[in-house]
């Protein structure tokens, strides 16, 4: 079964409960329009914080009695796309990212109606409803194929297609903050401006390193030719929502209220 739901509502529902419920705070990421402010990181903030990056996928409902994996895993399941086939190599970016030491993540939900999503948004359980791989963990895609991660709702693994390949080390709910909170330990650094801007030169050389075309090109020298005439937040975000497809969340050590 298609999802319902779209990928901004989905996004727009757990960004609000990250913000009001946990504390996160945003670079671009959609938003009700009641916490436009309050969710907006302040580069003066002074504050330890954690980067985040999330590229959200929406997912089939899989219940037919044709379904790939009906023999190996039974049904239901769900299952997203994780690039088209010609757009594989747009993994490389987001594992350059995890090698910046930054968590990055695919964000799938367990629900695909909207009645779902609802529900989840009113429960307040759309953390709890939403699965998160990292890139790293997924591996190698097969490249001119349709790479597709499956899942179940209470499974710590999935299934890559077409391999047919277990992948482990899925986070599901709440656990993405007890790995905010290990970054905690280690992570030390302050995300002022001149932190946000040199991620986005790092973001834009990397990005070179994948795509080689003549356009590319001409379109990352002009985003880094103006970087100066905008905000570093802006910088960031821009790179990261037109090039990565993610969007950037912030959870300072000062902020955090799940503890």
């Known amino acids: 079964m298609k999802p319902e739901i ?6 727009t529902s757990l960004t609000f409960e990250l913000v009001t419920q ?13 916490l436009r402010k309050e969710s907006i990181y302040q580069t003066d903030m002074n504050a330890k914080s954690v980067l985040l990056f999330f590229q959200y996928k929406l997912s089939e409902h899989i219940i037919g009695t044709k379904a790939s994996l009906r023999d190996d895993w039974g049904v239901p399941y769900y299952r997203f796309l994780i690039h ?7 993994l ?40 998160f791989w990292s890139p790293r963990q997924i591996g190698p895609l097969v490249r001119s194929e349709r790479n597709m ?15 047919k390949r277990k992948v482990s080390g899925a986070i ?20 002022d401006n001149k932190r946000l801007v040199n991620l986005g030169d790092q973001m834009l050389e990397n990005y070179l390193k994948v795509f080689h075309s003549f356009k590319e090109k001409r379109l990352t020298s ?17 790179i990261s929502i037109l090039l990565y497809d993610c969007y950037v969340y912030i959870v300072a050590m000062e902020k955090p209220v799940w503890d």
Do not use: C
């Open 149 to 163: 991660l499956s899942y179940k709702k209470d499974s710590l693994f999935g299934i890559l297609e077409p391999e």
């Open 84 to 90: 088209p086939k010609n757009k594989n190599q747009r």
């Open 92 to 131: 490389e970016l987001l594992l350059h990212l995890e090698e910046l030491n930054h968590p990055v993540y695919y964000v799938a939900p367990e629900f695909h109606t909207k009645s779902g999503l609802y529900e989840s948004l009113m429960q307040k359980t759309v953390l709890d409803n939403s699965t």
């Open 22 to 34: 946990y504390g996160f705070l945003t670079l671009g990421a959609p938003i009700f329009p009641s």
């Open 172 to 191: 599901k709910g709440i656990g993405l903050l007890s790995e905010i909170k290990l970054k905690f330990e280690t992570n030390k650094e302050v995300n």
């Open 222 to 238: 002009s985003i880094w030719k103006n970087r100066d005439l905008i905000d570093a937040r802006d910088y960031l975000s821009l």
């Open 6 to 11: 779209t990928d901004i509502s989905y996004s």
